[in-house]
């Protein structure tokens, strides 16, 4: 059961889509929901990112604080039991964007890490991509913890220099893609995992996900890489009438660009894996970011196996499904 | 058939054991997910009621056993005009001394076990001046008692509906194909919905029923004893609202007229 404290002039309401009456009660004042989505925009990296449209809610919870106010702070959590057992998926702030006699809207937004990299900071010449997450990690930086326990061993070498300023989760989405990593941000931690690591693992049986009339499980692929590009280096993949890739060089300078060629080869790797989306009901644990998921197809004309990990996670509360999508690896039972 | 309105007589309420998170003031509230919770299996609501109440209901209560008792309020006979402000003392040697005043309070114990829809319609005779209805929830040992609405007031009386009740159900729960073939099944709430019509005489209990009670309320909810001459079932009790727009009549007799009523089951 979906969870939301939304806080409206410094009082905590606990609401939801249906009523649940738990330790406290939560109240059905949650009329529409749009879909919560976090992923990552490239299919080989980046930044575990939440984006979430708003929520529509009952003008009864505003009888005393009328008119809505503009803004306030709102988490969400998941439960499958108690209140005591949910688990907070999202912070952030909800922002009113109209109201009527029948309704109230607000759009939410995640909470934001505004630390700006300087110009010209530097990372080389033996410094790692670990070392680059730990720095600006730093208290004085992002201020967060980082952890790296699924991050590759060894990490890979950075020699980077940033040119103007830019938001340090938007350079680390960049470097993190770059090196095939992808990190999320989650209570005061920031996690790093390579693309080939599992945060956990699942299987699931034909009882355990929809279709295929609700949400059939479709198996697709990319638009096949050709080539990718970083700075003077490039690699190739066997599907040469494929699209290219262009990336920024985050080993600039080392030994005859056998570390780019290394970064750009498992770039092409991620980008042409075969990819599926499935949908599962909100039952059990959330879906953690990077998951390894397993199932067993049996709808299909010849029973299919996927092994995939969960790179966009979509929460679709109105028709109570989790949409999960990632790369893998599609092959006959 | 009765429809308990005005519903509005209960002044103050309160309860002799709460969870803090779930006040007894939630029943007050037209929602009858937003509980009262005692923290026992069995606890007493005490309302005090406007004088001409005839009538009390509750919803949404897991109680197997409400026990109903209506009083004035006992103990001493404070006056209230000027002239004899203090307590009234007796004149005559025979009952020199304090005047009290001891009513005599009427006990109603009923078991709602046999329906596990969860509710109470209570009728009383009134009193003249302001009472008081004391409710006593009990349930097996290990529930916590809990209970949606509580009302109590007025209600006014019809005629049975007609022959051919349609009764049914409206489910909100989700129902999805797996991959296997089976289904996911998510029960949510289930409502109640009750269809009939009424015939009732024009000038009096038409008029009133259309006027009085569906114009001034609007789609609701209220609480409704569908039946109530020829069954006493806790089945005909429901706490609804209009369903598809409001009741509609035809006048197709000189002195009587049809009303049709379509209730859904406030949840």
């Known amino acids: ?333 | 058939m009765k429809v308990l309105y005005p519903n509005n007589y209960i002044t103050v309420i309160e309860a002799d054991e709460e969870n803090a998170s779930y006040p007894i003031t939630n029943v007050e509230d037209n929602n009858t997910q937003k509980v009262w919770k005692a923290t026992s299996n069995d606890a007493v609501v005490s309302c005090i009621c406007t004088a001409g109440a005839t009538a009390i209901v509750v919803f949404n209560t897991n109680a197997t056993a409400i026990t109903v008792v209506t009083r004035q309020s006992l103990g001493l006979d404070w006056q209230p005009a000027l002239a004899t402000f203090g307590i009234d003392w007796q004149a005559s040697l025979a009952t020199f001394g304090i005047d009290w005043v001891e009513q005599t309070a009427v006990t109603t114990t009923y078991d709602i076990s046999a329906s596990s829809i969860g509710q109470l319609w209570a009728d009383f005779t009134t009193y003249a001046e302001g009472f008081v209805v004391s409710l006593t929830f009990t349930a097996a040992a290990g529930t916590i008692i809990e209970a949606g609405i509580i009302q109590a007031g007025i209600p006014k009386v019809y005629t049975d509906p007609l022959y051919g009740i349609q009764e049914g159900l409206k489910d909100y729960s989700i129902l999805k194909e797996l991959n296997s073939g089976g289904f996911y099944v998510r029960k949510r709430s289930v409502a109640r919905t009750l269809t009939f019509r009424l015939l009732e005489d024009r000038d009096e209990d038409f008029y009133e029923f259309l006027y009085d009670v569906v114009q001034v309320v609007g789609p609701g909810p209220l609480a409704w004893r569908v039946v109530h001459k020829k069954s006493t079932d806790w089945e005909w009790i429901i706490f609804a609202l209009f369903d598809g727009g409001l009741p509609a009549g035809s006048h197709d007799d000189r002195i009587f007229s049809y009303i049709d009523v379509n209730l859904i089951e406030s949840i």
Not at chain 1, 227 to 248: L, P
């Open chain 1, 1 to 333: 059961m979906l969870l939301v404290q939304q806080t409206i002039n410094a009082v905590v309401n606990k609401i939801s889509i249906e009523s649940h009456n738990l330790e406290a009660p939560y109240y059905n004042r949650i009329f529409q929901m749009d879909s919560l989505n976090q992923g990552i925009r490239k299919a080989y990296g980046g930044y575990f990112k939440a984006d979430i449209g708003g929520y529509v809610l009952s003008p009864e919870l505003f009888t005393g604080d009328w008119p809505p106010p503009i803004n306030g702070a709102i988490s969400m959590a998941y439960s499958a039991i108690t209140e005591a057992a949910a688990v907070t998926f999202l912070t952030g702030t909800a922002h009113r964007t109209m109201f009527d006699r029948e309704s109230v809207k607000y759009d939410i937004y995640g909470d934001q890490n505004d630390y700006v990299v300087p110009d010209a900071t530097a990372y080389a010449p033996n410094d790692t991509l670990v070392d680059v997450f730990t720095d600006q990690c730093g208290v004085a930086k992002m201020n967060l913890t980082l952890d790296s326990t699924l991050a590759r061993n060894p990490s890979p070498g950075v020699t980077y220099t940033t040119s103007g300023e830019q938001l340090a989760v938007d350079f680390l989405d960049g470097i993190a893609a770059f090196f095939t990593h992808m990190f999320y941000i989650f209570d005061g931690t920031l996690y790093l995992m390579d693309m080939a690591a599992n945060n956990g693992t699942r299987t699931l049986t034909e009882n355990d996900y929809f279709g295929p009339v609700e949400s059939p499980v479709e198996y697709f692929n990319n638009v096949p890489c050709a080539i990718a590009k970083a700075g003077d280096y490039s690699a190739q993949s066997a599907y040469y009438y494929g699209d290219e890739i262009s990336e920024t060089d985050y080993t600039t300078g080392s030994a005859a660009g056998v570390d780019a060629a290394a970064a750009l080869a498992l770039i092409i790797t991620y980008q042409n894996k075969d990819r599926c989306r499935i949908a599962i009901p909100f039952l059990g644990d959330l879906p953690a970011p990077g998951e390894q998921i397993t199932l067993v197809d049996t709808s299909q004309i010849v029973s299919t196996t996927m092994v995939f990990n969960a790179r966009i996670i979509q929460y679709d509360f109105d028709n109570d499904q989790i949409i999960i999508e990632g790369e893998g690896e599609v092959t006959a039972t």
